[in-house]
């Protein structure tokens, strides 16, 4: 059973920059890929980037290429979303996810995943 827990929503300008974290426990990560997700109301989860735990290979969607990067500290069990450049567009709540064994082609399925953090709020407005 692996928890995860997020941190470092808030509410930014447009431009702005926000650093996401999702600290994860009671499990082993090597198998793991580790993906932010984020919804707004109405809207579907929407697959935004992912971190392949036994390499950290990484994944993003095409919408945040340029401006949202992952990484991870591994003695920390932790991975991070540093997000620049926000736009409104960009404002959701943001989850960190885990699922084992994921291909790059399955990353955006929110049903490969096992386990959900309980999300962050990133809200974007001048």
């Known amino acids: 059973q692996v928890q995860l827990v997020e941190a470092g929503g808030g509410s930014v300008q447009p431009g702005g920059s926000l650093t996401l974290s999702c600290a994860a426990s009671?499990?082993?990560?090597?198998?793991?890929?580790l993906s932010w997700f984020r919804r707004v109301p109405g809207k579907e989860r929407e697959f935004v980037a992912g971190?392949?735990?036994?390499?950290?290979?990484?994944s993003r969607a095409d919408s945040v290429k340029g401006r949202f990067t992952s990484s991870r500290d591994k003695p920390k069990n932790t991975i991070y979303l540093q997000m620049r450049n926000l736009h409104s567009a960009d404002a959701a709540v943001y989850y960190c996810?885990?699922?084992?064994?994921?291909?790059?082609?399955?990353?955006?399925?929110?049903?490969?995943?096992?386990?959900w953090g309980q999300g962050t709020q990133v809200t974007v407005s001048s």
């Open positions: 009671g499990g082993t990560l090597s198998d793991y890929t």
């Open positions: 971190l392949r735990w036994r390499d950290g290979h990484t």
């Open positions: 996810a885990a699922g084992p064994r994921l291909i790059v082609s399955s990353l955006p399925r929110p049903s490969g995943y096992h386990y």
